[in-house]
């Protein structure tokens, strides 16, 4: 039931932290393409935005649900707080930073209804160009890590590694794992597992969502035919350091919830090594002649090198 009291086939909630013109595209793509005979509500929660985004949806959208938290409460806990006003049989964790496409809605509503046991939905996500975005994976363990802290992964098996590539993503299928900006469940099959894990911050939702799904008995879905554009971690990309940390915390805390401590030692363990690895080769660099050096104007470390060489997120790491 909605805030009306009436029923309600789909409840999209969309959690947002800055910037708001991307929230307000998301909007106006859902708008643009409503779910068909299917009718809907929007639930947008603000986890403390600095940009007016509240006040813009609030002017602009007067119809939707709108929750404004002083501070960024995480995507776990704020997905959270829509889903448990939400009146929808089915809700959509929508990121805001997508475009809805045309169809897109309605199909995925008419899938779930065909399959009573599919808990959890997931489609092809593309780039704002149409290129292809990996959109489903298999579950994350120890040995994928490995993988994927080498490169190995995308240089030996794929380049969208761990996720599937194009040419697998071209079937309909169920799978164990889908990508978070577009995550279509069955409100019943959440309610019944308890929503999200609020111990996620951000970060490793979907892994954990599809674990705890299956152990009840739910199905997750990747339907190929069907589309969303993401532009892809626009309200990250300021505070990429502080990102790329919390990623790896939130590995910690799935490695240790569903494989063990020692499973969690060993990420927390592999990790380190590659830190390691990244600071001599940092080094070695520096230390150069400088006819080895690269020309004036090259970049000396790319972002995600030095995102990695910090003392105080690493402590906080190790205390995860």
């Known amino acids: 039931?909605?805030?009306?009291?009436?029923?309600?086939?789909?409840?999209?909630?969309?959690?947002?932290?800055?910037?708001?013109?991307?929230?307000?595209?998301?909007?106006?793509?859902?708008?643009?393409?409503?779910?068909?005979?299917?009718?809907?509500?929007?639930?947008?929660?603000?986890?403390?935005?600095?940009?007016?985004?509240?006040?813009?949806?609030?002017?602009?959208?007067p119809q939707v649900r709108l929750i404004a938290n002083r501070d960024n409460r995480g995507f776990g806990p704020a997905n959270n707080q829509g889903l448990k006003i939400a009146g929808g049989r089915y809700s959509l964790l929508l990121n805001s930073d997508t475009l809805v496409q045309p169809g897109t809605l309605a199909r995925i509503i008419e899938?779930?209804?065909?399959?009573?046991?599919?808990?959890?939905?997931?489609?092809?996500?593309?780039?704002?160009?149409?290129?292809?975005?990996?959109?489903?994976?298999?579950?994350?363990?120890?040995?994928?890590?490995?993988l994927i802290v080498t490169g190995l992964g995308r240089r030996l098996l794929r380049k969208p590694y761990p996720s599937f590539g194009v040419k697998q993503s071209q079937v309909t299928r169920r799978v164990q794992t889908i990508q978070g900006a577009f995550m279509f469940a069955r409100s019943a099959a959440l309610k019944e597992i308890g929503w999200l894990d609020e111990q996620f911050f951000m970060y490793g939702e979907e892994n954990d969502l599809g674990k705890r799904l299956e152990q009840k008995g739910w199905q997750t879905y990747?339907?190929?035919?069907?589309?969303?554009?993401?532009?892809?971690?626009?309200?990250?990309?300021k505070n990429w350091?502080?990102?790329?940390?919390?990623?790896?915390?939130?590995?910690?805390?799935?490695?240790?919830k569903h494989y063990g401590n020692i499973s969690a030692v060993g990420f927390k363990l592999l990790i380190s090594l590659a830190i390691l690895s990244k600071y001599l080769i940092a080094s070695l660099k520096q230390a150069r002649p400088a006819w080895l050096k690269p020309r004036r104007g090259a970049p000396a470390s790319t972002s995600n090198q030095r995102a990695w060489l910090n003392w105080s997120e690493f402590q906080q790491f190790w205390s995860a």
Not at 241 to 256: A, E, I
Request: charged share 15%.
């Open 241 to 256: 350091t502080k990102m790329t940390w919390q990623l790896q915390k939130s590995k910690v805390l799935l490695y240790r």
């Open 222 to 237: 990747y339907l190929a035919h069907i589309n969303i554009i993401h532009l892809g971690g626009q309200s990250t990309r």
């Open 1 to 61: 039931m909605n805030q009306q009291g009436t029923e309600t086939d789909l409840s999209i909630v969309i959690v947002n932290w800055n910037p708001r013109q991307l929230l307000l595209d998301t909007l106006e793509s859902v708008y643009a393409n409503p779910p068909g005979s299917f009718s809907f509500e929007i639930i947008v929660v603000d986890n403390g935005s600095s940009d007016g985004s509240v006040e813009a949806v609030a002017a602009g959208y």
């Open 111 to 146: 899938f779930m209804d065909a399959h009573p046991r599919a808990g959890l939905c997931g489609i092809q996500i593309l780039n704002p160009d149409g290129s292809f975005q990996g959109s489903y994976a298999p579950y994350l363990n120890f040995w994928r890590e490995i």
